[in-house]
C-alpha cells in the first residue's frame, strides 16, 4: 500500500506537510519526479505518466482535471485505487474505492463516494482498512476450513462405497459436521482481530482468486491426511484396536470431528507456520472450541443412536458400547498429528500468483 498526496497547494507547503505526514522520508524530497506540480503531469504524454505515476509521492497545485488523470493512470497498471476527498466527486466516482468526509464533505461528493468518513479523522481511514482486510482474512480462513471438510467428507465415503460397500460417514453424521462444528468453526474463525501484518500485504485486486495457491495446498494436505487416517480406521480399525464394527464406525466419527476441531487452529493463519500466535488473548476463540469439543462430548457419549454411532438392534450386536480412555486417547492422537502435517507442509513453496 502507497499513499500519494494530491493537493492544491504549492509545491513548498506541501513538501513540507508530506515530511510532517511522512508520506515523504528524509532526502525523498530532492528526488527528480516526487513531487511533481499538476501542470507538468497535465502535460505529459500518455506514456511519459504511466512511466512515472508510480514515483509520484505527491502532486501538488492540481486540479480536479490532473486528480483524475493520476486515479485512471493507476487504474490502467492495475492497482486498487482509494480516494479521500471532500469535493472531487468525479475523481470519487472514478476511484475503486471513494471516500469522502462527513463533515467537511459536500454532498455531491458524499452521494459519488463509497464510504463516509463520519469524525473526518484520516486514522479513522487506516482502521477500515484494517478491519476490511482482517474480514477478508477471516473469510478465506473459513473457506479453508469447510473446504478440508467437504473434499475429506466426499472422497472418504466415495473410496468406502466403491471398495467395502459401507459409508463409514453417514448423513446424521455429516449433518452433525457442517450444522454444529462448522457453523461453531466460523464463529470461531471470525473472532480473529485485525493485526499490524495485514497492512504489510500488498492490496487484493478485484480480478484476483477468493481461494489462493497458498490456501489450496493447506486445505489439499490436510484432507489427505485425514482422508487416510479415515480410510485405516474403517479398513483396519478393527483388528488393530481390538474393537467391533459397531465401535470402528464410532471411532472414525469421532476422529472425524476431533480433526475438524485441530484443523481450527490450523485455519487461523493461511501462511504462518505459528498458528498459536496471540490465541490465549482471544478468549471467544477459545471458548468457541471449548463448546464444539463439549458438544462433541455430549454427543458419542450420550445421543449416539441419534448420531446414529450405534446399532439399533441391540439384540443382534450386543450391549451398547462407550468410548473408553484408549479410544479417546487413539482418536486425540490422531487428530493431533495434523499440527505437525501442517508445519511440514507450510515448508512447500507454492506458487504466488493467485
Avoid at 504489510?200 to 494436505?221: D, F, Q, Y
Avoid at 492422537?333 to 504466488?352: D, E, G, L, M, N
Amino acid at each position: 500500500m502507497k499513499i500519494k498526496m494530491i493537493t492544491g497547494d504549492n509545491v513548498s507547503t506541501a513538501r513540507a506537510i508530506a515530511i510532517k505526514c511522512g508520506i515523504l522520508r528524509s532526502g525523498d524530497e530532492d528526488k527528480e519526479g516526487v513531487v511533481v506540480e499538476g501542470e507538468v503531469f497535465r502535460n505529459y504524454t500518455l506514456k511519459e505518466r504511466m512511466e512515472k505515476v508510480d514515483n509520484i509521492n505527491v502532486l501538488a497545485r492540481s486540479s480536479p482535471l490532473d486528480r483524475l488523470l493520476l486515479v485512471q493512470c493507476l487504474k490502467l497498471k492495475g492497482q486498487v485505487v482509494a480516494v479521500n476527498s471532500k469535493n472531487d466527486s468525479l475523481v470519487l466516482k472514478e476511484a475503486h474505492v471513494g471516500l469522502s468526509l462527513g463533515i467537511q464533505g459536500t454532498e455531491v461528493s458524499k452521494e459519488s463516494s463509497d464510504i463516509i468518513i463520519l469524525d473526518d479523522n484520516f486514522a479513522t481511514i487506516a482502521m477500515a482498512l484494517k478491519w476490511g482486510r482482517c474480514v477478508y482474512s477471516n473469510i478465506q480462513k473459513f473457506i479453508q476450513f469447510q473446504l478440508t471438510i467437504t473434499v475429506a467428507f466426499l472422497v472418504i465415503n466415495l473410496i468406502a462405497i466403491v471398495s467395502t460397500r459401507a459409508i463409514p460417514l453417514t448423513g446424521p453424521q455429516i449433518c452433525w459436521v457442517n450444522l454444529i462444528i462448522g457453523v461453531l468453526g466460523a464463529l470461531a474463525l471470525a473472532t480473529e482481530h485485525p493485526t499490524s501484518e495485514l497492512m504489510e500485504k500488498p492490496s487484493v485486486g478485484p480480478m484476483e482468486r477468493l481461494i489462493t495457491n497458498i490456501m489450496w495446498r493447506n486445505l489439499l494436505a490436510q484432507a489427505l491426511y485425514q482422508i487416510g487416517a479415515l480410510l485405516m480406521l474403517q479398513c483396519r480399525g478393527e483388528p488393530t484396536f481390538g474393537v467391533t464394527e459397531a465401535m470402528d464406525n464410532i471411532l472414525i466419527f469421532h476422529t472425524f470431528v476431533l480433526c475438524q476441531v485441530f484443523n481450527v487452529f490450523n485455519a487461523r493463519k493461511l501462511e504462518k507456520k505459528n498458528v498459536f500466535k496471540d490465541v490465549y488473548n482471544n478468549w471467544k476463540f477459545l471458548g468457541i472450541v471449548g463448546i464444539m469439543i463439549l458438544l462433541q462430548v455430549v454427543m458419542v457419549e450420550f445421543l449416539r443412536q441419534f448420531a446414529n454411532t450405534e446399532k439399533l438392534n441391540r439384540e443382534e450386536f450386543g450391549p451398547t458400547e462407550k468410548l473408553n480412555w484408549v479410544n479417546w486417547r487413539t482418536c486425540v492422537a490422531i487428530a493431533a498429528i495434523s499440527w505437525p502435517v501442517r508445519t511440514i507442509v507450510k515448508c512447500i513453496p507454492v506458487p504466488q500468483l493467485r
